[in-house]
């Protein structure tokens, strides 16, 4: 049992300060909040800095929208050039970036229903097996998170600092070039003219940071988010059916033992629906804009022959790639774990005990047929198959640009 602090007022809105936290899920909101994308509380503070955040994050979503419109209407102004510069993929990533930040913007309730419920869950772990069932499925987990962040912190600083440095020591220093190093960018077509330095090139260096700076914190804050949840919803269904192995029903007491796990069943049919609630429209356009960006990433590197942009863009191209699978594999995952309540439901003993305990066990049984899987109304099934109809969709879409274009 985690220590803390007794629970309090939980009403949405309110500091979890006075919950009683578990350390994992204490870890989570503060990664939640490394990346701006924790919308569960008002728990910023009431200092400069503190009432400063509170007021960008109740703009954040509309500033992300208006990036979008100027990035679309850009695109549409420049049409097949910004396509051949490979400026077109910021139309797919604001796209999915102002998407993203407006759903969690009005979305906080349910990120803050959801951590709640895995928080009751993780304080019932009791026996030492549970928590090393967690620490099992989570571990690499919060290293690949932290990885993460740090290799799309460290392609921030390269994409955007280093074109500048390089270009700055050869023109101030070696007076070697006569024109500045161009990479694609959000703001880059906005004041498109004379490729040399001036008050322009200062200031679309300054203005494109903001908008890399929302799609770095909004993309690894919303693949951090459902990762950690949908691992940590496994890792609750894994704990659930070593349970009900565990049963013996030789032993006295054992029918107590199943009623909890009975009425513990319920909090796992809750905990997959919020997860749904929350993540299964993000991760339906997501799956959009993994065949979009994938397409528009490989078409620039078969198209431009930039090294500075090849390299760049082979690296968004596998960074793409990586949140499809990333994100399908763990729907797969969560997929095959519902799948098997069935299967350890339906080995019980369910013959040895009290009537009124084999109709709650046949319940069970009915209920685990349906599959608990993150998706939209249907749509957008986050598994394996999904990942190959994005390829699919992605290749399409890319011999398409290359017959017309």
Known sequence: ???????????????????ELHPDIA???????????????????????????????????????????TVAVTMY?????????????????MFLVSFLSTVFRFSGKRQRNLVLSLNRLFLRHDEPWMEEVVDKYTNLLWKLVDFSYKYNMGFFIVYNFVPRAIESVLYYG???????????????????????????????FVGNLWPNFEILFTVVGFIGGYSLCT????????????????????????????????????DLIKLTAELKELYGLPCAILDVFSSASMTLTLFTVTTNREIHVLIAFCCGFSYYFFLAILACALGQLLE????????????LPWYKCRPSLEKDINMMIRQARKTMVVDYHGLSRMNLANFMAIMKSAYSLFTLLQSVL
């Open 174 to 204: 070696f007076n070697a070039i006569d024109h500045y190093i161009i990479m694609p960018q959000a703001l880059n077509k906005i004041l498109e003219g004379p490729n040399d330095w001036g008050i322009r090139h200062h200031f679309l």
């Open 77 to 93: 102004w420049w049409g097949k050039e910004s396509l051949n510069d490979g400026a077109v993929i910021y139309l797919p990533v």
């Open 1 to 19: 049992m985690a220590s803390g602090t007794p629970v309090g007022n939980t009403e949405f809105g309110d500091s979890l300060q006075d919950v």
């Open 336 to 347: 095959d774990e519902s799948d098997g309540i069935f299967t350890t439901l339906y080995e």
């Open 231 to 266: 691992v940590f919803c496994i890792s609750e269904l894994v704990i659930w059916k070593e349970k009900i192995k565990r049963l013996d029903f030789e032993k006295e007491g054992v029918e107590v033992e199943l009623k909890k796990i009975i009425s513990s069943h319920q």
């Open 27 to 69: 870890r989570f909101i503060g990664v939640m909040k490394l990346n701006l994308s924790w919308y569960g509380d008002d728990s910023w503070g009431k200092s400069a800095v503190g009432r400063w955040l509170k007021f960008y994050f109740s703009i954040r979503w509309f500033t992300n929208l208006l990036f979008f419109g």
